[in-house]
């Protein structure tokens, strides 16, 4: 059997990592500025993480959500606590579509409504309503295009609040940081317009904090960083540093009803295992604060960088979330970044280099990056 071809390579084949590097087969060191696609929050392979991992394996790898599940508990007081949501309730799923598809429907089971506003640009995920939200005709089949969903322009608080007005929108859905779109991020004046014209109509905002949340920003969530606290957020990727995970952080006012909402998988020993020993590092290794603190570094050591080389037209972001917007196609740049300078970085568009460490990432790998960059921009 064949691989299903859907996904274009690198012709690299990753076999080992430790923190902020990754070694291939042929025990070549790249740095990585990439993180597996912003999975990777609390390093490669760390320590901690792999003892917590291996000792939950050899006592028990699954059982069901048909028992209970303590370490499901001890994740959501954790995470209740980390994040500044004690008061919320948590859906644990495998995925970040999934976390999307559900944070969807307990909207929709709440109101009765249909109708979504999401962002020009935006990404959620691939699976039915994921999908439907995300601004992408090329990724979305026809048995997913179902007419619930209005594109409004990112910041443009006037045409979501007259779409709004209407009183038939089931729930706003907001990247506070845009991922796949391109590092664009809501203004503090829209997102607090937003969250009160959704109070108004009885609209329930759902913050995706897949890709920018979970300490990558700098804050806990992207969206803190704004003064909003939204009905609904969606969390995954970094949650278990690569074990697949997703949930979603429910409000107070939402009375969970029994079998409204399962998984087979969501939330299992193993999962939640990893995602504990993640919050565990956090703390130890004040990730969070790290993430910020580089980040603010790594962003103005760039703009010196944009200074020396015009091939740079912008630099924006929060945190380890950063975009470099590039006068030439990203493709390039990547390559060379990759063959060349052994480095991974992300991209989006045609022509904006994602930056999505890990989040221990130190000054000194971010001056390595710099070099390695500016290296690659020099010679094109
Ligand atoms: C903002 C955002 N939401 C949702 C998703 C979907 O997550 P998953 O691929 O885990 O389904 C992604 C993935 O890139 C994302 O960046």
Avoid at 249 to 257: A, D, G, N, R
């Amino acid at each position: 059997m064949k691989l299903f071809d859907v996904y274009p390579l690198f012709d690299i084949n990753i076999v080992k990592g430790k923190g902020c590097k990754v070694w291939d087969d042929r025990g070549q060191e790249y740095l990585d500025l990439y993180g597996g696609h912003a999975v990777i929050s609390i390093g490669h392979s760390h320590p901690h993480y792999v003892e917590k991992l291996t000792g939950q394996l050899n006592r028990l790898g699954f059982y069901s959500n048909s028992v209970v599940n303590k370490l499901q508990v001890e994740l959501a007081e954790r995470l209740g606590r980390i994040s500044g949501y004690d008061d919320y309730q948590l859906f644990l799923i495998n995925s970040g579509a999934e976390a999307n598809e559900n944070a969807l429907k307990l909207a929709s089971f709440k109101n009765g409504r249909k109708r979504v506003l999401s962002v020009a640009k935006a990404f959620h995920g691939r699976t039915s309503l994921a999908v439907e939200v995300t601004n992408n005709p090329k990724i979305v089949a026809p048995i997913n295009d179902n007419g619930h969903v209005t594109f409004l322009p990112l910041n443009d608080l006037e045409a979501w609040e007259r779409e709004l007005a209407k009183g038939d929108v089931c729930a706003c859905i907001l990247e506070c940081i845009q991922g796949v779109g391109g590092v664009n991020m809501a203004t503090q004046e829209f997102a607090q317009g937003l969250q009160a014209a959704c109070k108004k109509y009885g609209t329930y905002l759902i913050c995706d904090e897949i890709q920018c949340g979970y300490g990558r920003s700098g804050k806990f969530f992207a969206h803190q960083w704004l003064g909003i606290r939204p009905d609904l957020i969606t969390v995954a990727k970094g949650i278990g540093n690569g074990f697949p995970m997703g949930g979603v952080l429910i409000s107070p006012e939402f009375v969970p009803v029994y079998g409204q909402l399962g998984t087979t998988f969501g939330g299992n020993h193993l999962a939640c295992t990893a995602a504990l020993a993640v919050l565990d590092v956090f703390e130890n290794e004040g990730l969070v604060e790290n993430a910020h603190l580089v980040g603010e570094y790594l962003m103005d050591e760039l703009r010196e960088l944009q200074q020396r080389n015009s091939h740079i037209k912008e630099v924006r972001g929060r945190g380890l979330m950063v975009g470099v917007v590039l006068d030439i196609l990203h493709k390039e740049v990547r390559s060379k970044l990759i063959y060349e300078q052994h480095c991974f970085t992300g991209c989006a568009g045609t022509d904006i280099l994602r930056i999505l460490p890990p989040l221990c990432l130190t000054r000194d790998e971010a001056d390595d990056f710099i070099q390695r960059l500016e290296t690659v921009l020099n010679q094109l």
